[in-house]
């Protein structure tokens, strides 16, 4: 399985997220829109330093969200994830 890394701050998602859905729903009706996530294909991973001497990473694994997006007004549309802490895979034994 191929992961994708995106350094962006959800800011910067919320702003990719919007942009691409004006892209998507430009040649239709200006109506809100419901996307959910697509489990088998949706990853979220984080990374963090240690001790600025190496690099972390995790990935969560069971998560769910939806995009609701308002071609009409951009800035009413919202993201929803929901992300289970017990999910939480770093690749090493406990």
């Known amino acids: 399985m191929r992961r994708l890394r995106l350094p962006m701050s959800i ?5 990719a997220v919007t942009i691409l859905a004006t892209t998507w729903s ?4 200006a109506q809100m829109a419901i996307y959910r996530f697509d489990k088998e294909y949706t990853a979220i991973s984080f990374s963090w330093s240690h001790l600025g001497l190496s690099r972390q990473s995790a990935r969560l694994t069971s ?11 951009p800035e009413l549309s919202t993201i929803d994830v929901t992300m ?8 090493v034994p406990e």
């Open 26 to 29: 430009a040649s239709s009706v």
């Open 84 to 91: 289970k802490a017990a999910s939480i895979w770093t690749g």
């Open 63 to 73: 998560i769910d969200g939806r995009v609701h997006f308002d071609p009409m007004t």
């Open 11 to 15: 800011g910067q998602l919320v702003l």
